[in-house]
Nanobody, 119 residues
């Protein structure tokens, strides 16, 4: 089992910045990928960015060049630096982890943190 605790959301004006953090606990040695998804009100959850234990990153096209994912692989923490925020970035952001035990994979989610971009 893996537990995820995310933090760092809030209210920011367009063009501003926020940094989200997520720490994993439990069976962290089973984690292969961590990242962030978001869910705007009334819409489906969507990928924002992911980071593998090997250091590979993946970003949604809508955030490329504005968001940066980083992390500490040993501690299984992940960060999302969000710059030049836009109103369309408003959503609940969920920390995510993919865990493997043998050939059995599991997805884990944090509790979600609200990011609101508004003037």
């Amino acid at each position: 089992q893996v537990q995820l605790v995310g933090s760092g959301g809030g209210l920011v004006q367009p063009g501003g910045s926020l940094r989200l953090s997520c720490a994993a606990s439990g069976s962290i040695f089973t984690i292969s990928t961590m990242g962030w998804y978001r869910q705007p009100t009334g819409k489906q959850r969507e990928l924002v960015a992911t980071l593998t234990s090997g250091g590979r990153t993946d970003y949604a096209d809508s955030v490329k060049g504005r968001f940066t994912i980083s992390g500490d692989n040993a501690k299984k923490t992940v960060y999302l630096q969000m710059d030049n925020l836009k109103p369309e970035d408003t959503a609940v952001y969920y920390c995510y982890a993919e865990s493997w035990v043998g050939r059995a994979g599991s997805d884990y989610w944090g509790q979600g943190t609200q990011v609101t971009v508004s003037s």
